[in-house]
């Protein structure tokens, strides 16, 4: 299994090897429950880390803390663990999801990996911290039900990083309906018809 271009611009040898190691690992793991499609276990490099990989750019030096909500396989939040050091980053990540199976999964990852990330088997909703330098997400929720989740959690970020599909504009559109959003909107490395949005603050009207 070899690099996608964009992750060998960024990622040091020894990162290389570790992001091999979780894709083998997913791969294998996928057969026991469902983290990925089958048909996405030939292109995990490009199809899921890649993708994840690209929101590092977007996180500053003084993010000290980060968390994934509806973790799943682990994307972002352990692809950014990963590559952190590589850019100079020293966040700590922490994992948000509510399947016990994937919980067991992301420690046994964890563990496999030799990485300390904390992992929350609850909602998002009921996490004890409320404080976070930046949230980050991947195929969880539509947009407008995402904010509504952060609301009556009442959990505070000072900037937001959404990996989105081809249905960003329809998201966009139903989520502004309801909220104020600074949104900036970024083309993605992985799929010239998806989206990052960078998202600085939320108000609802």
């Given amino acids: 299994m070899i690099l996608t271009k964009y992750l060998d611009s960024i990622v040091s040898r020894e990162t290389h090897k570790k992001l091999i190691k979780y894709a083998d690992f997913l791969v294998n793991y996928n057969q026991k429950i469902n ?16 993708d994840s990989a690209q929101l590092i750019k977007f996180i500053d030096k003084n993010a000290k803390n980060i968390l994934d909500i509806g973790s799943g396989a682990g994307f972002p939040g352990i692809v950014l663990e990963l590559i952190k050091k590589d850019l100079n980053l020293n966040f700590k990540v922490e994992l948000s999801e509510k399947s016990i199976k994937k919980c067991t999964y992301l420690q046994e990852l ?19 911290r409320k404080d976070y330098s930046v949230l980050v997400s991947r195929a ?40 104020e959003i600074n949104c900036d909107q970024h083309e993605s490395v992985t799929n010239p018809l998806s989206k990052v949005f960078v998202i600085n603050s939320v108000k609802r009207i």
């Fill in 140 to 179: 969880f929720k539509p947009l407008s039900l995402f904010l509504e989740i952060l609301e009556e959690g009442r959990i505070n970020f000072n900037k937001i990083l959404l990996l989105k599909g081809e249905s960003h504009k329809k998201e966009m559109e139903e989520a502004s309906k309801h909220w």
């Fill in 35 to 50: 983290l990925i499609s089958k048909s996405t276990e030939k292109i995990v490099m490009s199809r899921h880390i890649e």
């Fill in 110 to 128: 964890s563990d496999y990996l030799k990485i300390d990330v904390v992992i929350h088997n609850d909602d998002v909703k009921k996490i004890k």
